[in-house]
Structure formats: structure tokens, C-alpha cells
């Protein structure tokens, strides 16, 4: 009896996880330019000849597709992508699904799947900004864009003339910007390189952005200060004494009245606690990431960078993912995080 207890519990476990299989399709798809490739109905074969794949391993592929609906099956051995539910991997251009899928499969998954080496042994992963800092910049994007209102109202509010993007990324965040507000000046700094050159290069029709490669702890404009400094998803990179460095740095960078709007997955979050849990397993397993604040956290430091917190709230509940306003003038109260 406990045999077959011990087996229906296993077939639970399978059953639960099923739901991977539309991840790992999706991605392998979007990585390959599958779903491309059968947008219009064709044979394995086919595919096989016009992308220079293994035959045997893409037929494992659609078998899988045609299961989970990702893949319709149409007459003499055809198969075509599914509009209904992978019709994003259709459209031209970066959708950002497929970045959010090769950070988890290549970074996330990978890092936990070798959790109980780092356990025993001490040893830490090691974040390749080279090789993931576009990835990541395009995910960080994504996540902007459920906040891209609440930024915009500001501007208009404030009467904003000068914007800094800390971490800019790839600069989709400040393009939407320029196109709403083409006479404010914008400024995008990150470290990587590369990131920056793509920057340049996809920014090149807005003469009011400039893109620089400098670290958000210790760049100073040559210009004049800001009205409004964007700080989103950086504070994992930075060790808790950084990021108060980095918010007295910041502090010093603002214009009289000025706002810094800041973006990042909350330790212990009222919402989207089980996936911020996740993400602060993955950055505590790199040696040169770091665990994410708390709510409690980054009141204090605020309140030690003489700034205030406002409009505390959560742009993507599913991941912990919080959005609010720091500034010299707004008087904040905490929640009792207990109560």
C-alpha cells in the first residue's frame, strides 16, 4: 500500500510539472525562429532543410508542440504555428517574451538546478554582464513599460526638463519618453558597453537622448542636474552599504525639487512573494549579485539619504516587482509590516 502511495504521489509531482513543457517549447522555438518557420504550413522536412536542423530532434520538437497546442497538425504532414497561443512569436521585431524565456532557461533555471552544489561547497555563480547584460537590459525593459504612465504623468507634472536613466539598458525606456516629450533632454549611462552601442544605434532618430557608459555609483553629469533620475532594477547589484552610497550619491544629482523613480522585486513582498522568493535565491547564489531589500530596508535607507518614499506600489504582483518615488519633500509612513 504504501508502494502505491509512493507512486500516485510521483504521478502528482509529473502531472504539476507538465506545465514546463510550454516553457521549454516556447523557448527553443523563439531561440530557433521555429514558430517562424511554420507560420505558413510545413513539413518537418521542410523546416529541417530551410534552417539546417537535425530532422529527428525537430520532429521531437513538434511532437511536443502539437501536444500543448503550441503547433496545429494540418493534412499531408504539415504542421503550422498556432496564432491563438504563440501568435507573439510571430510578429516582427523583439516581443520580449523571448528575452523573459532565455533569461529564465539559460540563467535562472540553470543557477537553481545547481542550488545544492553552491550549498555544500561555498561556491557562488558568476553573473557574465558581457554575455547576459543585453538579455537582462530587455527584460528590465519589459517591466518598465507596466509603469511608463505613472513616469509620464510626473513629467508633465513637475514640468521635468532634464531626465537621467541610471542602468538605462538597451534605452527603450527613455525612447518612449522622447517621443511624448521631445524638448526634455535625456541621459542614458550603464556599464556595459555593448548595451550602450545598441542604445546608440536603435536611438539614433532622437536627437534630445545621450547615451554613456559610466557606473550609476560614481557618474556625474557635466551638465546640470537632473529633475527626474530613473533607478530601475539595480539595487541587486550593489551591497547594502552601496546602495546607500548610491542614494546620497544620487541625492546630490537632483535638482532642487527633483524625484528619483525606482523600480525593483521586493524581498518578502506583500505581493508576488513565492517568484521574489525565487529571484532572491537566484542573486544570493552569485558572488557579484546580491539579495533583494526589503520594504523596511530601503525606507531606512532613504530616510538616511535624507530622502522621503511615496506612492509605494506593486507594477507586476506576480513577481514582487514595487515601483516608488523618492524625494527630498514628501513626508512617508511605513506600513507595520507585521500588522
Not at 550609476?216 to 546640470?224: K, L, R, T
Not at 558572488?287 to 531589500?293: D, E, K, R, V, Y
Amino acid at each position: 500500500m504504501k508502494d502505491l502511495q509512493k507512486a500516485w504521489r510521483a504521478r502528482n509531482w509529473m502531472k504539476n510539472n507538465e506545465a514546463f513543457l510550454q516553457t521549454w517549447h516556447a523557448y527553443v522555438g523563439d531561440e530557433l525562429g521555429l514558430f517562424k518557420s511554420f507560420e505558413k504550413p510545413k513539413t518537418v522536412m521542410e523546416v529541417s532543410k530551410e534552417l539546417g536542423v537535425k530532422e529527428d530532434l525537430l520532429q521531437r520538437w513538434v511532437d511536443v508542440g502539437s501536444s500543448i497546442n503550441h503547433l496545429r497538425k494540418r493534412t499531408g504532414g504539415r504542421y503550422r504555428t498556432s496564432k491563438k497561443h504563440c501568435g507573439e512569436f510571430l510578429e516582427e521585431g523583439q516581443n520580449g517574451i523571448g528575452a523573459l524565456l532565455k533569461e529564465m532557461m539559460e540563467l535562472h533555471i540553470p543557477t537553481l538546478l545547481s542550488y545544492p552544489q553552491y550549498m555544500k561547497s561555498g561556491d557562488r555563480a558568476q553573473f557574465n554582464h558581457e554575455k547576459f547584460g543585453g538579455v537582462v537590459a530587455e527584460t528590465s525593459t519589459l517591466l518598465e513599460q507596466f509603469s511608463i504612465r505613472r513616469i509620464k504623468k510626473m513629467v508633465r507634472e513637475k514640468n521635468v526638463s532634464r531626465i537621467i536613466d541610471l542602468g538605462c539598458g538597451h534605452g527603450g525606456y527613455l525612447r518612449k519618453l522622447a517621443e511624448a516629450f521631445p524638448n526634455i533632454q535625456m541621459v542614458g549611462v550603464d556599464v556595459n558597453e555593448r548595451v550602450i552601442q545598441r542604445a546608440k544605434e536603435e536611438s539614433a532618430d532622437y536627437e534630445n537622448i545621450q547615451f554613456i557608459v559610466g557606473d550609476a555609483s560614481s557618474w556625474e553629469p557635466d551638465g546640470d542636474k537632473a529633475d527626474l533620475i530613473l533607478l530601475h532594477n539595480l539595487f541587486h547589484y550593489l551591497e547594502q552599504s552601496e546602495r546607500l552610497d548610491l542614494l546620497n550619491h544620487l541625492s546630490a544629482l537632483l535638482e532642487g525639487e527633483g524625484m528619483i523613480s525606482v523600480i525593483t522585486p521586493i524581498d518578502e513582498a506583500e505581493e508576488g512573494q513565492a517568484f521574489s522568493s525565487a529571484f532572491n535565491s537566484f542573486f544570493t547564489a552569485h558572488s557579484n549579485l546580491h539579495p533583494l531589500p526589503s520594504e523596511v530596508e530601503i525606507h531606512d535607507m532613504a530616510t538616511s539619504a535624507g530622502l522621503s518614499l511615496t506612492a509605494w506600489d506593486p507594477i507586476v504582483k506576480e513577481g514582487g516587482w514595487y515601483a516608488f518615488w523618492l524625494s527630498p519633500q514628501v513626508e512617508y509612513t511605513i506600513r507595520n509590516p507585521e500588522a
